[in-house]
């Protein structure tokens, strides 16, 4: 077994993977050749030691993978499109992550909270934040969400696209992890559900967010007077826990990882790589070849050498 941690993303048309000291991204243009960005990373939490603490390096390596992912999905774009415009720029690509997590936290915050204090109206006898069965609806409702909005993409043409460079990604990191030649003959045999994937990561924070809501908010005294305002500030307390929330949920999934699935952590982590079967398909030799060749490029590069943008 490699003991050097490697992470990846699909974007559109290729495969980004971040090793510890690089962070490629690999794209295959409409031509056939595969073009390969090559920059150095250094984390956070080599230059802050504090953000490195356990439950605090979730939410920092979210953070950190949400924009090196808008980047490599900007590159992969143009580069997909053979285009030779700029990339995004910071305020572009700030005003984007800012929007894409306000419409995940009005999606999987606000929507359940508000559908679930509906439910509770029409329940006999009525229940309300304070009741078990609010959050056990609320929890219900957002893995509802979660489930219709995978299924829902994951039928589309372009969608299915960047699933398939998703599996190409986790064979090519088994492969790795399996300390087996770096080819495309090695890769294919490998699953492509990945304990460590984005996805189980969601599930994790989804569940975990419904164990301390229905454990914590029982508890609270009432915020506001008024109904609406009390409402209003119980959804904002739960936007504010998000952060811990993602804390604990990283530590879940990093124990699972170096556990590989055994025991316990395999059976919390079996829903998580079954919702893979929705966000990876099985990827052709281009796809898993164009995975490879970002993974070596990370793995290959030393830690002194520039960023670089090469063409195989």
């Given at each position: ?10 974007v559109?048309?290729?495969?980004m ?12 243009r ?19 030691p ?7 390096r ?7 993978t ?8 900007s ?8 285009e030779?415009?700029q ?13 894409a ?25 009525g229940?309300?934040t ?24 994951s039928?589309?043409?372009e ?6 460079y998703h ?17 495309v ?10 304990p ?13 967010s ?11 005294p ?10 209003v500030?119980?959804?904002?307390l739960k936007?504010?826990?998000?952060l ?25 982590l079996w829903p ?6 929705l ?34």
């Amino acid at each position: 077994m490699n003991p050097t941690t490697v992470g990846g993303q699909a974007v559109i048309e290729g495969v980004m993977m971040k090793a510890p000291r690089r962070l490629c991204v690999a794209v295959r243009r409409p031509s056939g050749s595969i073009v390969v960005k090559n920059d150095p990373f250094t984390p956070l939490s080599e230059r802050w030691p504090v953000l490195g603490w356990p439950m605090v390096r979730g939410p920092v390596v979210l953070g950190e993978t949400l924009v090196q992912g808008m980047k490599a999905l900007s590159f992969s774009a143009q580069q997909a499109l053979e285009e030779e415009d700029q990339e995004l720029g910071s305020w572009a690509m700030g005003l984007t992550l800012l929007v894409a997590i306000a419409a995940g936290l009005g999606l999987f915050v606000v929507v359940p909270h508000l559908a679930a204090l509906g439910l509770g109206k029409l329940w006999p006898g009525g229940f309300g934040t304070e009741s078990l069965w609010f959050h056990l609806f609320d929890g219900l409702i957002k893995v509802a969400l979660f489930v219709s909005y995978l299924w829902i993409i994951s039928v589309m043409k372009e969608i299915r696209r960047v699933f398939e460079y998703h599996g190409a990604e986790h064979k090519s990191i088994y492969c790795f992890e399996a300390g087996a030649e770096l080819n495309v003959e090695s890769a294919r045999q490998y699953s492509r559900l990945h304990p460590r994937c984005g996805t189980a990561f969601l599930l994790v924070v989804l569940v975990v967010s419904i164990l301390i809501f229905a454990i914590a908010f029982p508890l609270l005294p009432r915020l506001a007077e008024a109904a609406w305002l009390n409402q209003v500030l119980l959804i904002g307390l739960k936007i504010l826990l998000m952060l811990p929330i993602a804390g604990i949920s990283y530590e879940v999934i990093r124990k699972a990882g170096k556990m590989k699935g055994r025991g316990f952590w395999g059976v919390l982590l079996w829903p998580g790589l079954q919702m893979q079967r929705l966000t990876t398909r099985e990827p052709d030799d281009q796809q898993i070849e164009t995975a490879l060749a970002a993974l070596k490029a990370a793995l290959d590069t030393g830690e002194a050498e520039p960023a670089s943008i090469r063409v195989l």
